[in-house]
């Protein structure tokens, strides 16, 4: 016996890279390409360092209120973590408990299934259609939790909210969980059904529509008792995990959400004029109702073409797995960045 032979040995997730090349157009991690509200200056300069020296307030009451009052939920309905991958690890460890398989589809976050791996619980792949739509029947098994994007990543295809109702009122014993990173890009939200549903955790990001990666900040909205032990079982983890710069930095977010707003509509138009140039170009473009597109040209390598634009500092994300090896996911950019691998696109397929 050895000590490796008691280790958690798992095999981590992988993000995206953030590579250091020169000059580079970075469309791999769907970042949004404007920056967060300029409001988050003003408070950046009248940050109080001397509360630095204590511990931040573990509630984040004033963020949480605002965040309530955002939604049109209590603030006993809202939890806060650093992002929304430490608010899902949490999430599983809660929720996700019973003997049965969690469920999750087959294309989707690829973190889903090394948090099952890492607490050793059993999951179930939905195969996806070929078009990447989901179906329902899938939804209408024995299950100790589902979890799915919406919209999906890295497909960008949205369900609808009767969707939803459909598997909340399917599993009634279960937690269903909706992680609605990519939302705010041309979605409907599922919160307002949390007052009907006390079975649907919604997780949002602070890292896509506001512009936030860099700052780490994520949200479940709940019913009161599934937060309340969502923030038993934080607090049996880490009392203080949102620190108190990134409290008042989220907190100017939600109080001028109409820089996010506005700054999500442009994303819109570039991501709609990006799908249409795309699919003149011979891509096969699929639906998207977030901040990127996943997209294949039917003679071209997805692999070769992800290393083309590469070499020519261009980089998006691609997956050395079965389904998707042949797609590309491209973060929308600023239109400059997306007229430049148009361009680059263009040509190359001319060769
Ligand atoms: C579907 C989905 N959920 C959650 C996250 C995690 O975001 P963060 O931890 O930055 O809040 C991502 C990040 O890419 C994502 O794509």
New binding site residues.
């Given amino acids: 016996m050895s000590w490796q032979d008691k280790l958690r040995a798992v095999e981590p997730y992988v ?2 890279e953030q590579p250091k090349i020169v000059n580079m157009i970075k469309l791999n ?2 970042e949004n390409p404007y920056g967060p509200t300029p409001k988050i200056k003003e408070v950046l300069n009248q940050l109080d360092i001397d509360k630095l020296k204590l511990y931040p307030n573990s509630d984040a009451d004033d963020l949480k209120s605002a965040l309530a009052k955002y939604h049109g939920l209590n603030e006993d309905e809202v939890f806060l973590g650093n ?6 690890a949490l999430t599983f460890l809660t929720f996700f408990n019973g003997k049965d398989p969690i469920l999750f589809p087959n294309i ?2 690829s ?1 889903y299934p090394v948090y099952c791996d890492l607490y050793q619980m059993s999951y179930k792949e939905l195969a996806l259609n070929e078009d990447f739509t989901m179906n329902i029947q899938d939804f209408m098994q024995p299950n100790s939790g589902i979890i799915f ?1 919406n919209p999906n ?2 497909t960008g295809l949205l369900v609808d909210l009767d969707f939803i109702e459909t598997i909340l009122k399917n599993n009634k014993e279960s937690i269903v969980v909706v ?1 609605e ?2 939302i705010d890009f041309g979605g409907v939200s599922c919160v307002p059904l949390i007052h009907q549903y006390d079975n649907l955790v919604v ?1 949002q ?4 529509s506001r512009s936030l ?1 860099g700052s ?3 949200v479940a909205l709940g019913n009161k008792e599934a937060i309340s032990h969502l923030y038993d079982v934080k607090n049996s983890f880490n009392s203080y995990p949102v620190d108190y710069v990134t409290q008042q930095v989220a907190l100017a977010s939600v109080l001028d959400s109409q820089d996010m707003k506005e700054k999500c509509k442009k994303v819109i138009n570039t991501r709609e004029r990006t799908k249409a140039a795309l699919k003149e170009l011979g891509f096969i473009v699929p639906d998207s109702y977030s901040n990127f597109v996943f997209v294949k040209h039917p003679e071209v390598d997805g692999k070769t073409l992800f290393l083309a634009l590469r070499k020519e500092g261009i980089i998006v994300r691609h997956w050395d797995k079965e389904n998707i090896n042949q797609y590309l996911r491209i973060t929308i950019g600023t239109d400059e960045q997306m007229d430049r691998l148009l361009a680059f696109l263009k040509d190359y397929l001319k060769r």
Avoid at 83 to 88: F, I, M, P, R, Y
Avoid at 205 to 208: D, L
């Fill in positions: 993000a995206g991690t769907n992002g929304s991958d430490e608010v899902l989707t976050y973190f994007p990543a890295p992680d990173a990519y997780i990001t602070f890292s896509k990666a780490r900040i994520g």
